[in-house]
């Protein structure tokens, strides 16, 4: 089972448990998102990002240090390092870190924000992904994928109304 299948399946189940609950408008971060993200340190090399984000096939990773979240690194983040025409040599991205290509200016949530206000966030600041947080340290990630995959499950929860008692 793929890591798309999987999510599904934890997703249908966090939906049929709000609908039972009546809470299936007050979703959130903490019912969608992917617990445990990947994390990396500071000093992992471009040329090591470059091979996680290959056999990984993620997009997107947390940067911690000491345990603490300090930034969010993008596979675009490293492919900005390729130019149209040259690319680096292994020596150039053996010297580039994490600690300088990542992101520093965080926007996270809590796992308790509710899912409407992390949409916002995403949409507001043009970010796709929302490291979510717990005393600074890194507990899950909210990616865009993940609200995709939440939405696919709300549409075909959608054409089964009596199974969810939505609201017309």
Request: proline share 2%; charged share 20%; hydrophobic share 45%.
């Amino acid at each position: 089972m793929n890591r798309a299948e999987q999510k599904r399946d934890t997703l249908q189940l966090a939906f049929e448990q709000a609908a039972q609950a009546q809470r299936l408008n007050a979703l959130t971060v903490g019912d969608v998102m992917t617990r445990n993200p990947h994390t990396v340190c500071i000093s992992t090399t471009a040329a090591v990002l470059v091979q996680h984000f290959h056999e990984r096939r993620f997009r997107h990773f947390l940067v911690v240090e000491d345990g603490k979240l300090v930034g969010v690194i993008s596979d675009r983040d490293v492919i900005r390092l390729f130019g149209l025409d040259d690319f680096p040599e292994r020596n150039s991205l053996e010297a580039l870190t994490a600690g300088e290509l990542m992101s520093t200016d965080l926007v996270t949530v809590e796992q308790g924000t509710s899912l409407v206000q992390a949409v916002a966030l995403i949409v507001e600041n043009g970010i796709s992904c929302l490291p979510v947080v717990e005393n600074g340290r890194a507990i899950g990630i909210l990616t865009t994928t993940d609200l995709y995959l939440a939405l696919e499950q709300l549409l075909r929860q959608v054409g089964s109304r009596s199974r969810f008692d939505l609201p017309a």
